[in-house]
């Protein structure tokens, strides 16, 4: 009876202790200690069958009851795991803070990973530079030309399929012309990137500005506890040969983190465009070659401090200086109906200079409230830009025999002074709850541009002061901007985020020699949306809206009148308004490799600078001005196959339709399709992986990208890359454009008249760069962390 008694109770003690629930929980955050969310945890038993699984929420924390058992804990993401370990649940367990990074260290386990080539987000798509071939002794320019599903055309970056966009240098916006932030991002290093974000749909944190997304350029830090340092030079050959040396330094230890890097560079280029335009009477042919000299400066300075255990704050300085001369001598042949007879030739000869100058200044704090990743940031900027530019032209009409037409002779002397100070002060806090996260902040910020414009005739052979086109003008601008988001985990499949930014703007311009001011004020508001559902971890459906505007550069609302032959001259638009932007995009990934989107994208007062052709007088004037609202309906999908070590590659396509619908008398509504082809592939050519190759190509199919028809343009880049000397020095070897075939010929109407242009950027060449890089990655101090994710601030 004892014995029966005794068997009884070991087997109802077996029952209540296999019946009994135990909890493991912790959290995970990213080497920032922000909450990772969407995580999916499981806990598998011996057969590998998961028994219960959960995800992350918005706090990156989890928690899974399960049978007591030995159960193998996994936590991943689109096929990523970033934990696998054993655990005996035998009571409840807390595993605390997971932090995730390159390489993790967990109780004594170490996950080591490298970084994929390309990362997609929910609102951005990541290309992580380090893990490049292509861009090896290159600039920031060469950079965004490897970016898949970014373009770069005659030095113009644009998102493939949706327009020209803005850049940020981490997270800071740099508002200037295309071809003043073409030179300041070649005057930055490619070794001093980590990598490059491209957001479609930008949240309510970051300005409204830009069209359909930006550009974000994260520069590298230093790890904790290490230091590092590398020298370079590279040597470029083009039409003529170019030089760059560079140097770079990072160092963090204890409460201090600095990084430092100087770049100087030398390039010689020749350019060239033909453009014809075919006036009722005449067909006018205007070639150009212009040979340019571009003498770059670059330095950028950091200093971050931590103050205490939750408290960080720096200065960050970033500064550019260039240095451009110019020369060609543009000839118009005038042909008569028959395109075998020259009616006469307009002859001219141009010299041009002008050194733009950078400088940047940021001071920001960062201060952890709590645990939870409770944060607020401040940010205080100062942006200053002058730009002083000279040219001189002069010429004569000929006849057909090519002698001078008497009394046609003109020539005329421009300079300007432009300068532009911008301040700004914002603040961001981020409130991670249970429920949801909330995020709110605000940004002031005032902008002055003036412009000192000097203008002699030299019809006579003697400077003649030209009082009518001199002039000076200058430019307030006032922005304020309040923000509020909050994301929420609906259940553990769906997540949505939504956001409001309203923005404020008061500007003042004043022309002197007009004694006219333009004014205007007006507050609007910019929403955003997003949601995302889960199916598993390898499946991801997103749908987001957000509303966007794009306000006139600076030097477009300039009403200064600058000619260059008495059949061309440039004006600003002081009236012209900002563009409204709205767009809608669906999106579906699978296991982290293939990515497609729907997109619709719809501008309001869709403003650019347009030549403006005169029949009557065969005189172009070239403005700014908005002439149409617009909208477009596409298609993007790209597929990164990474399923041998040795080969990466990234493949896509993009295809839309476009319609111009016209509000202005010299253009014409029109629409049309385009599409864009690329394939970006890194091959791993040994065991050691030391040395590398590359092969990008692209090809632009014929097609309307606004109200312009643009023919078939081909990119073919490629590079080898050798790690020596126990991978610390670097050799790369790189032919750009092999193809020699971006040349594309762009044609459009203005008035009826026909323009054709087909212009040459000297893409064609090679370079060949080394680097040396040397210092510790571990020093042996408490692990720690700096809170140094700058804030964007609008900069010119």
Do not use: C
């Not at 970056?157 to 073409?182: A, F, H, N, T």
């Not at 290490?226 to 760059?244: C, E, F, H, L, V």
């Not at 009722?280 to 103050?307: C, F, R």
């Amino acid at each position: 009876m004892k014995q029966m008694i005794f068997l009884l109770a070991a087997v109802l003690n077996g029952a209540i202790a296999w019946g009994q629930q135990y909890t493991v929980k912790g959290k995970v955050v990213n080497q920032h200690n922000n909450p990772m969310p969407f995580l999916y945890t499981s806990l598998l038993n011996n057969d590998n069958i998961a028994v219960q699984q959960t995800m992350t929420d918005s706090l990156g924390g989890f928690s899974i009851k399960a049978a007591k058992h030995t159960y193998r804990l996994i936590i991943k993401q689109f096929g990523r795991e970033y934990l696998n370990r054993e655990i005996v649940l035998d009571r409840d367990i807390d595993l605390g803070m997971i932090s995730i990074r390159e390489v993790t260290e967990l109780q004594g386990i170490t996950i080591s990973g490298r970084k994929k080539l390309v990362e997609q987000k929910a609102d951005r798509l990541v290309f992580n530079v380090e893990n490049a071939v292509m861009p090896a002794g290159g600039t920031a320019l060469d950079v965004l030309k490897s970016t898949p599903g970014i373009r770069v055309q005659n030095d113009n970056i644009s998102i493939v399929g949706k327009g020209e966009v803005l850049v940020m240098i981490d997270d800071r916006l740099q508002r200037m012309s295309q071809e003043d932030l073409s030179t300041f991002l070649k005057s930055i290093p490619a070794g001093n990137i980590r990598s490059i974000e491209v957001i479609t749909t930008p949240p309510a944190q970051y300005e409204a500005e830009g069209n359909s997304g930006l550009i974000n350029i994260k520069m590298k830090k230093a790890r904790a506890n290490s230091w590092d340092a590398g020298i370079g030079a590279a040597y470029t050959q083009k039409t003529y040969g170019g030089t760059n040396l560079q140097g770079l330094f990072n160092y963090n230890r204890n409460r201090v983190a600095l990084q430092a890097s100087l770049s100087k560079g030398k390039q010689r280029l020749l350019t060239t465009s033909e453009e014809q335009i075919f006036y009722t009477n005449e067909l006018w042919k205007q070639e150009v070659h212009n040979k340019s000299t571009s003498d770059v400066l670059s330095a950028s300075l950091g200093i971050d401090y931590k103050l205490t255990g939750k408290w960080t704050t720096g200065f960050k300085y970033l500064g550019s200086f260039t240095s451009r001369e110019s020369a060609n001598q543009p000839l118009i042949t005038r042909y008569a109906n028959d395109p075998r007879l020259v009616n006469g030739y307009v002859a001219s000869d141009v010299q041009a200079r002008n050194k733009p100058e950078m400088n940047a200044l940021n001071w920001y704090h960062a201060i952890t409230l709590d645990s939870s990743g409770k944060r607020v940031t401040v940010d205080i900027d100062f942006f200053s830009y002058r730009k002083k530019d000279y040219r001189f032209f002069s010429g004569n009409e000929l006849d057909h025999n090519e002698g001078t037409i008497p009394g046609t002779f003109f020539s005329s002397a421009n300079s300007n002074i432009n300068n532009i100070r911008n301040y700004s002060a914002k603040t961001d806090i981020s409130l991670p709850y249970k429920w949801a996260s909330i995020a709110f902040g605000g940004r002031a910020s005032y902008t002055n541009t003036n412009n000192d414009l000097v203008v002699y005739d030299h019809h006579t052979g003697s400077p003649v002061l030209n009082a009518d086109q001199s002039n000076i003008f200058n430019y307030k601008e006032y922005n304020e901007a309040l923000y509020f988001s909050a994301t929420k985990k609906i259940t553990s499949r769906w997540e949505t985020q939504i956001g409001m930014r309203m923005e404020a703007t008061q500007t003042k311009g004043y022309s002197k020699n007009l004694d006219q001011t333009n004014t205007s004020k007006y507050i609007k508001l910019f929403p955003t949306a997003y949601i995302t559902y889960l199916p598993d971890d390898n499946n991801s459906f997103s749908f987001s809206y957000s509303r966007r505007i794009r306000r006139p550069d600076f030097d477009y609302l300039n009403p200064f009148v600058i000619r260059t032959s008495p059949y061309f001259y440039a004006e600003g638009n002081p009236h012209l308004k900002p563009s409204y932007i709205d767009n809608l995009e669906f999106s579906y990934i699978k296991d982290q490799r293939w990515g497609n989107s729907f997109y619709y994208s719809q501008v309001t007062d869709f403003g650019q600078e347009l030549s403006i052709t005169d029949g009557a007088t065969n005189i172009t004037l070239q403005t700014p001005v908005n002439y149409a609202n617009t909208y477009q309906l596409g298609f993007s999908s790209y597929y990164n196959m990474s399923r041998w070590a040795w080969w990466n590659s990234v493949t896509g396509f993009n295809v839309n339709y476009q319609h111009v619908k016209s509000k202005a008398s010299f253009v014409q509504s029109v629409e049309g399709y385009n599409a864009y082809f690329y394939t970006n592939n890194d091959f791993t050519l040994n065991r050691l992986k030391s040395v590398f190759f590359s092969a990008n190509y692209a090809l632009q199919l014929p097609g309307r990208y606004q109200i312009f028809h643009i023919s078939t343009m081909n990119i073919l880049d490629v590079s080898m890359k050798f790690l020596l000397a126990g991978k610390k020095l670097t050799l790369t070897v790189t032919g750009e454009d092999l193809l020699n075939a971006q040349r594309p010929l762009i044609t459009y109407y203005s008035n009826g008249v026909k323009n054709a242009v087909r212009s040459y950027g000297d893409t064609r060449g090679g370079r060949i760069s080394v680097s040396y890089k040397l210092g510790k990655n571990s020093i042996k101090l408490k692990q720690r962390d700096f809170g140094n994710e700058e804030e964007r601030g609008r900069a010119d």
